[in-house]
């Protein structure tokens, strides 16, 4: 159960219950940017600036062991939550909590709670699976002999034989070094895991087993996943529910039926299309064009 209580942080705070994971009220995060090419003589040497809204107004829940994904085409403000969530930057406005701690007010408790896991994991690719998943549960606080027997136990889950733990995680597949990063954010519980595209660029198997893996780790661990995509059918094949975020807010937030019921579909791709006004080849696109 919710309930309305006051803490020295908020007048009055929604306190999390056990099976919240983000609370995001009203979060808004606005940047400076300088625009080139202005005409404006006044401007010629400090250039004209406009502000951005990269995240505008959000509000949204994410229940503990739900993996909640991100869809929304380029510059629309996935990349901002995210940053905002693993505390790399700070809302302007609204409250965010993870795991019912505040992101501004208790950073480092939170920072302990999220791992981020993208294709260029934060790896040390000189080193082995082993070594790395013992230099992140130091990072986690975790006693030695914890951390090593934590590292046994997912390499062992993972199916990495003892040469192949020993081996420079660059001579091991990407599919592979995918499958390590994720089971590295799994060294403290409860965790929120934030997958950043974490199948793009694996070969076709490769990313079957990946996705198998995230189903498999959510059924086995405490842990609640956010997922940011470029792969529809990934998208509503793992996600429990999906935000469509557009120019810094959330236009929709379902259940990927939910969403094909909302706008009379089957296809994840005319949700996409019809919420947003961009097909999402033309998303990609810009993408690429950004790249
Ligand atoms: N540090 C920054 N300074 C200025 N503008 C920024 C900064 N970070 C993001 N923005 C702007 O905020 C908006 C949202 O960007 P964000 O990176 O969150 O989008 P995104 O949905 O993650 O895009 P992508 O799919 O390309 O990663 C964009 O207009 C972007 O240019």
């Known amino acids: ?26 979060v808004s995060k606005r940047f400076v940017e300088t625009v080139e090419g202005s005409r404006r003589w006044s401007n010629w040497f400090r250039g004209e600036r406009r502000m951005i809204k990269a995240v505008n107004d959000v509000s949204f829940t994410v229940r503990r062991g739900e993996i909640f994904g991100l869809l929304g085409p380029n510059g629309s403000g996935k990349s901002t939550l995210i940053r905002l969530l693993s505390t790399l930057l700070f809302p302007d406005s609204g409250t965010l909590t993870v795991f019912g701690k505040d992101v501004v007010h208790h950073q480092h408790e939170v920072r302990r709670w999220i791992n981020r896991v993208s294709v260029e994991a934060s790896f040390f690719k000189k080193l082995s699976a082993m070594e790395n998943l013992r230099y992140a549960a130091r990072l986690y606080g975790l006693p030695v002999k914890e951390g090593e027997k934590r590292a046994m136990q997912i390499l062992r889950r993972l199916g990495i034989r003892e040469n192949k733990a020993h081996t420079p995680l660059e001579n091991l597949s990407r599919g592979m070094q995918q499958k390590v990063a994720i089971a590295r954010a799994l060294m403290t519980s409860p965790v929120l895991v934030l997958l950043d595209e974490p199948t793009t660029g694996l070969d076709p198997k490769s990313k079957r087993d990946v996705q198998a893996y995230i189903k498999e780790v959510m059924q086995t661990h405490d842990a609640t996943m956010i997922l940011t995509t470029h792969d529809m059918e990934e998208a509503e094949s ?3 529910r999906i935000a ?45 064009m950004d790249a």
């Open 238 to 240: 793992l996600c429990d």
């Open 1 to 26: 159960m919710t309930q309305t209580v006051s803490t020295p942080e908020h007048p009055v705070l929604r306190q999390a219950d056990e099976d919240v994971a983000i609370h995001c009220q009203h």
């Open 244 to 288: 469509i975020i557009d120019q810094g807010r959330i236009i929709a937030l379902d259940t990927p039926d939910g969403l094909k019921r909302l706008v009379g579909t089957d296809s994840m791709e005319t949700v996409f299309f019809e919420l947003t006004g961009k097909d999402w080849e033309e998303a990609l696109a810009d993408e690429d």
